[in-house]
Structure formats: structure tokens, C-alpha cells
């Protein structure tokens, strides 16, 4: 995709006892309001890619609590992110937006849409990890301290992005990414290491680890759902197994409780979907914000 926007402007925005990050475009055009919420173990700037195709638009992809420059530690109830988010809107004054979302981030939107109506407009979720009820019902911890998600091994120091970018740059997933998106989350998911030499990841596997771990905290959001009175775009990958973090965790009857979701079936595509295909993705969102 050819730029046609400046670089975003970083806002902090007291939240919950934290600072959330929040990188804004400002638009060339009359467009409404465009909200983007990456997924576990990500940041804001992976939409980049996506937010150059809306140049009408203005635009807030947003560091969700413990990633990128928001603060933030471990999470142990998904609704705080949730919180975080709704707090935002609030003080950025935002309202009849779209809200894009991947992953955690979709899960997140569909939340903030119910506890505040007239927030969003219309929803379109990428894969989001709302998983099918029964998922919900046993209590605790998917992981425990003793036994805890392998997400926290995942190496964290590097010397600079360009040698995150060549360790990783053959390894699945994320030889699947667009070059591009791919650049952006290793170039914006450091910060200066707190040794002081080097950099580390901006979402420590600590916190990683703790999204997984809680992942059941929010048995809540089917019922939340059913409260989202507006368009909702589902647009799910394909499905193979939960453990493998390509496979689609969307339970597939989500649209049908969302009183006017939409469900697409993308079996071409990984979980990973507006990072193989940036273009696809900014169309689907393209036809959906019409």
C-alpha cells in the first residue's frame, strides 16, 4: 500500500491506575472515527499498514494495558482491558465509530460496544476469542504459576529490532506475515531494555503469559453480545486446533447471537489474517464501513 498519512501522534491517557497509549492519525476528510485493538502479545502499530488505506479517516490504534507503551502488568480479569478502553473513548470524546479488532482486541470491542452504547457504530472482529460457552463454565486459571502458558520462555531481550526481525524473520507464524506488518511489530514491539543495554519486548512474556492464563475471566461476553446492537462483521479463519495459535478460536455461531452480526468464513486465511494480508483486511473494512 502507497502512504498517504503523516506518522500518528502517541497519546497517554490515564486509565486505571495505568497510562494507555493511544497512536492517533488525523484525517484529510470527513470519515467517522476508525478504533483498531490488537491482539495478545502485539501493539497498535501493527495496523499501520491497514490505517494508510483510510486517509479519510481519523484513526486510534490503541497499546492495550501491559503492551506496547501503555503500562500495565499481568492480567488477571480480561474486563479491566475492557475498562481501559471504554475510559479512553470517554475522554477522547469519541463516538459512532467502527471499531476493528483481532484477536483479545475483538474480544475487548465487543465488551466495550455493550457497557457503552453509542460508542461504536458498526464492529468488524477479526477472529476475536470469544469461544463457544462451555469454554466459560469451569472456574480458574486456564494456567497456573507451576504450570504456566509456554508464551512466558519466549525470548525477550534483543540487541535492536533488525536482529528481532532476522531471528524471526523464517520462523512460524511469522513467516506468514506481510513483510511490512511484519517490520512494524518487531520495530514497535521493543523499548530500551531496563538493563540499559539492548531492547526488550514491550509486552514481557510475564504479561503475555497472564492474557492466555485468564483467558476464561470474561465468560460474561456472550451475554455481552447479545447487547451489541449494531452491525458486527465475524470474520473467522480457519479452524484446526486450539493449542496451535494459527487455528481460529471464534466460537462459529458468534454472529448469530449478535442481534445484527455478520459471519464470514475465510478458510484461506490463519488466524494471523490482517497480518498476511494487510490489503484484504483493509478491504473487508473498506466494504463493511461502506
Known amino acids: 500500500?502507497?502512504?498517504?498519512?503523516?506518522?500518528?501522534?502517541?497519546?497517554?491517557?490515564?486509565v486505571n491506575g495505568i497510562d494507555l497509549a493511544v497512536h492517533q492519525w488525523a484525517s484529510s476528510g470527513g470519515g467517522v472515527p476508525l478504533v483498531f485493538a490488537h491482539a495478545t502479545g502485539f501493539h497498535g502499530r501493527v495496523f499501520d499498514a491497514i490505517i494508510e488505506a483510510f486517509p479519510d479517516h481519523p484513526a486510534?490504534?490503541?497499546?492495550?494495558?501491559?503492551?506496547?507503551q501503555s503500562g500495565g502488568g499481568p492480567i488477571e480479569d480480561w474486563r479491566i482491558?475492557?475498562?481501559?478502553?471504554?475510559?479512553?473513548?470517554?475522554?477522547?470524546?469519541?463516538?459512532g465509530a467502527v471499531g476493528i479488532g483481532h484477536s483479545m482486541g475483538a474480544h475487548t470491542l465487543v465488551q466495550v460496544a455493550a457497557d457503552n452504547p453509542g460508542r461504536f457504530a458498526r464492529l468488524v472482529l477479526f477472529d476475536p476469542v470469544i469461544?463457544?460457552?462451555e469454554f466459560y463454565a469451569p472456574a480458574g486459571a486456564l494456567y497456573t504459576p507451576d504450570n504456566p502458558h509456554p508464551a512466558i520462555r519466549r525470548k525477550r531481550d534483543f540487541a535492536s529490532a533488525?536482529?528481532?526481525?532476522?531471528?524471526?524473520?523464517?520462523?512460524?507464524?511469522?513467516?506468514?506475515?506481510?513483510?511490512?506488518?511484519?517490520?512494524?511489530?518487531?520495530r514497535f514491539g521493543l523499548v530500551p531494555a531496563?538493563?540499559?543495554e539492548g531492547m526488550e519486548l514491550a509486552c514481557a512474556p510475564e504479561v503475555e503469559a497472564s492474557v492466555y492464563a485468564s483467558s476464561r475471566s470474561?465468560?460474561?461476553?456472550?451475554?455481552?453480545?447479545?447487547r451489541v446492537d449494531i452491525p458486527v462483521l465475524v470474520v473467522r479463519a480457519q479452524m484446526t486446533d486450539l493449542q496451535d495459535f494459527k487455528?481460529?478460536?471464534?466460537?462459529?455461531?458468534?454472529?448469530?447471537v449478535l442481534p445484527q452480526g455478520a459471519d464470514l468464513y475465510r478458510p484461506d486465511m490463519t488466524h494471523f489474517h490482517p497480518f498476511q494480508d494487510p490489503a484484504d483486511a483493509a478491504r473487508i473494512i473498506a466494504e463493511w464501513v461502506g
Open 1 to 14: 500500500m502507497t502512504s498517504t498519512r503523516q506518522a500518528p501522534v502517541t497519546r497517554l491517557y490515564p
Open 60 to 68: 486510534f490504534a490503541i497499546d492495550l494495558r501491559g503492551h506496547g
Open 81 to 95: 482491558v475492557a475498562r481501559d478502553v471504554s475510559d479512553f473513548l470517554e475522554q477522547a470524546g469519541i463516538s
Open 131 to 133: 469461544l463457544a460457552p
Open 162 to 186: 533488525e536482529a528481532m526481525i532476522e531471528r524471526f524473520a523464517g520462523r512460524d507464524p511469522y513467516n506468514l506475515f506481510d513483510p511490512r506488518v511484519f517490520a512494524d511489530y518487531c
Open 194 to 196: 531496563a538493563s540499559g
Open 218 to 226: 470474561n465468560g460474561a461476553v456472550i451475554e455481552a453480545a447479545k
Open 247 to 256: 487455528s481460529s478460536p471464534t466460537w462459529p455461531e458468534l454472529a448469530q
